[in-house]
């Protein structure tokens, strides 16, 4: 018995560690969001970060209305990209763990 919690215990200090570094693996890997084909462009990390907007110069003649639902649309376009991609990674150490349907880790 005692030999079956020591290798528990070392189970979860590697689920741990493994969590903690695909968290911060997340954190640093960068989407981009687009609208109008690619006309805008807004790179974001994994923190929901915005690092970057492109704006393609022929977009710029647009009225100040349509350039902002632009702007947005690639902004929410690039926050489901990070919610996906961040989803996809976490599955993959969730499913090693043997959980009940349904179960949903607190991440």
Known sequence: ???NLSDLMQQA???QADLQQKQEEMARAEVTGEAAAG??????TGRHDVKRVTIDDSVLSEDK???????AAAVNDAVR??????????SGLAAG?????GFKMPF
Not at 39 to 44: D, Q, S
């Open 1 to 3: 018995m005692k030999g």
């Open 13 to 15: 200090q590697k689920m």
């Open 39 to 44: 006309l805008v462009r807004v790179v974001m």
């Open 65 to 71: 209305e349509v350039l902002e639902d632009l702007l």
């Open 81 to 90: 990209k990070v919610e996906a991609h961040n989803k996809e990674a976490m």
């Open 97 to 101: 763990l043997n959980l009940p349907g």
